[in-house]
């Protein structure tokens, strides 16, 4: 965190630790606790929703797993608050796994229909299970006590305040850890993170069991806060509206998920109170005005883009006056306000103003390290030399009918750099993801280093030394070039959960040293000075030296460039080939997938040509060059 960030959610704190002194009102102060209530189990949702870019509406389904926990062990055996307080979160976390199982085989409007049915059975099970939950007729929870003393509805509050602020510190080490960065190159690319040696299927499951682990602490803390529940609590209306908040509120925050858990709270007692509504769609019409205006003089938005929100908040806040009672429009604007917020805020409120206020690139101080980084690529080559380091024998690849690779036998010189090459639609691209494990082949055999690939995981073979980049770019777009990098680096950490939660010196240490790494190998391939900036934003050309920087960051012994020279310009060009070269004498094996001749001609050591999924020649780059059939298969037409 920057330091004024720091400086805003201390005063936040202590604004809230101190409300109960101000606001001399318990259905005040049960309001805001209810809000940092939500805004735990946001946090938790945000992981998901915002870093892992999963759609979870299984998420009141949770925090009634959470609730129910916390309840029947109150009442079935008189626990204590500890003992409930990790129960709840231990508990609910099985849940958060079993709810992470569909998700590894569906995404989109699938997974919201599949998570959105979990949720729904277990408020059926909760309703049905009447010997363990009292089924409709609830549970009742007095407040919990510490130490033989029974707390207070401040004394409640101020727990409450304390866990959230708890929640909100360790949620963010972990979303500035390895951990944060793995969700979120799940949503940047999950081929890629795979290929990084991130598995997809492992951070998926870590992602939802720790998001449900705090819907669980805020289940249980609601329990507490109301002291009665009941399943028809928790049910599609809230799972909807947990998902809202995190939208509206804005994703990838820590603020946004508490505005937005001040948004669920208020909104609805808002809509009830007619003065009160007219108030606040006045001041949003004149926030919306003023906000419109800057966006326009900094040329962040044109007039065009800003009318229709300016003239709709207009609108309201005149309906707002023309209404003479609210109580039959309430449903009707809620919904056109969150429709209003999807549509427009699609980054949230507090995105929005990030977008506003802090627009320019971040950069990095990026000096470091460079020398150290190149020894460290040699040391992970070195000690090994001579033979194959990839032998395919047989290889087929079938998709329905197609052979995209037809028996195809593959050597690969270790310390080579060995040009793969043939006209388009030739099976380059496939013997790529057959080699990384996106497909299984058909039939045949692949030893890399002496291993057997075939029907191992992508995040398996990359982790055995096989690095790649893509033929059409799959970086982590709203990552930073240096966090991309530090994907790469995933290997590099040994710190587990804890560690990352305590900020244990063990994380630290890897984490500086995964800095200084990346920024290495940021000016490696001359990205240095752009490690702050988001991977989206790059140009192409330097996107495609992002994705080498993020693949030597593995430490591979082989490493896979498909057409890594495709959309640069010449000089760019030039500067590929020295980076290139410098891969290989550091002691890393290259395959190079390249249209451009002139690059293949000058740095392979020996290219292969595949034609129609067949290799149809081998050899010296000058000799397959001048080879018939390769004329042939370029050209369309026998040599003269
Ligand atoms: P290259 O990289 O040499 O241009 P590719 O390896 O991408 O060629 O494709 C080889 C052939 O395999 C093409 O005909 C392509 O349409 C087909 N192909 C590649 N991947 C798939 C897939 N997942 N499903 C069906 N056909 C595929
Ligand atoms: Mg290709």
Redesign the pocket.
Known sequence: MTRSNILFALIGLVLLATAPFYLHNSYYIHMIGTIMIYAILLFGLDIVVGYTGQVSLGHAGLFGVGSYTAGVLFFKLGAPLWVILIASVGVTAIFGAILALPALRVTGPYLAMVTLAFGTIVQILINEMTFLTEGPLGIKVPKPAIFGMKFTEDGFYWLVLALMALSALVVDRILRSQLGRAFEALRGSPVASDCMGVSVYRYKVYAFVVSAGFAGLAGCLYAYSEQYISPNTYNFELTVLFLLAVIMGGRKSRLGSLLGAAIIVILPKLLDDLALFRSVATTLAVLMAVGAAIAISKHISTPRKMAIPVIGTAALAAFSFWLTSITDWRLSIFGLMILFVVYYLQDGIVGFFRNLLFRKARSVDADAAFDTQLDALSQAAAGRSGGDVLVAQGVLMQ??G?K?LNMVDLRIKRGSIHGLI??????????M?VLTGI?VPTAGSIAFDGDSVVGRTSSDIALSGIARTF?NVQLFGEMTALQNVQVGLHHTFDSNFVDVALNSSRYQRENDASVQRGLGLLHFVGLGELAGEEARNLPYGKQRLLEIARALALDPQLLLLDEPAAGLTAPDIKELITIIRKIRDHGITVIL?EHHMDVVMSICDEVTV?DF?QKIAEGKPAAVQADEKVIEAYLGAPAA
């Open positions: 998709f329905g197609l995209a043939g006209p388009n639609g030739s099976g380059k691209s496939t013997m993801n497909y033929q997938i595949l999924g």
